[in-house]
């Protein structure tokens, strides 16, 4: 039995909403998101492009050192954030999808690094980005929730 000093149970988190990636040259990092992964933007400004990466999900691409100070909003303030160096994110694809995306990587110039096939059947390309961030397609069959 939980003692009164306890704190409360965690409740359920439902996903990941946002994921951000930093760029020195963010319009080229837009251009590559909207133009060889197909992302829709919400919003573009000269410190952050924000993305619809599907299924309710946003992925942000600020301007490198941008948001290190944080920002004002009319509302409020979002604390100070920033990144270097090559971050990972994973975008899921149908698994009847990921062989034409592999067409499409190599028909743009792109160099997939790696192809992997996971113990639950799940598939996966990796590749980069303009800024040097690991790029997964990756199918259902993967983890145990995906």
Do not use: C
Request: hydrophobic share 40%.
């Amino acid at each position: 039995m939980p003692s009164p000093t306890d704190p409360p149970a965690a409740p359920a988190l439902t996903r990941v909403v946002e994921t951000a990636l930093y760029f020195d040259d963010l319009a080229k990092a837009a251009a590559f998101y909207r133009d060889v992964l197909g992302l829709q933007p919400m919003t573009e400004g000269p410190r952050l492009v924000a993305l619809d990466a599907g299924a309710g999900t946003v992925l942000l691409l600020f301007q490198r050192g941008a948001t290190a100070s944080g920002f004002r909003w009319p509302t409020g303030y979002i604390p100070p954030h920033d990144g270097a160096g090559p971050a990972h994110i994973a975008l899921g694809v149908a698994s009847e999808h990921l062989e034409a995306w592999d067409r499409r990587l190599t028909a743009l110039g792109i160099e997939v690094e790696s192809r992997v096939t996971w113990t639950r059947g799940g598939r996966s390309l990796y590749f980069r980005d303009p800024g040097g961030h690991s790029l997964e397609l990756v199918t259902p069959g993967t983890w145990d929730n995906y």
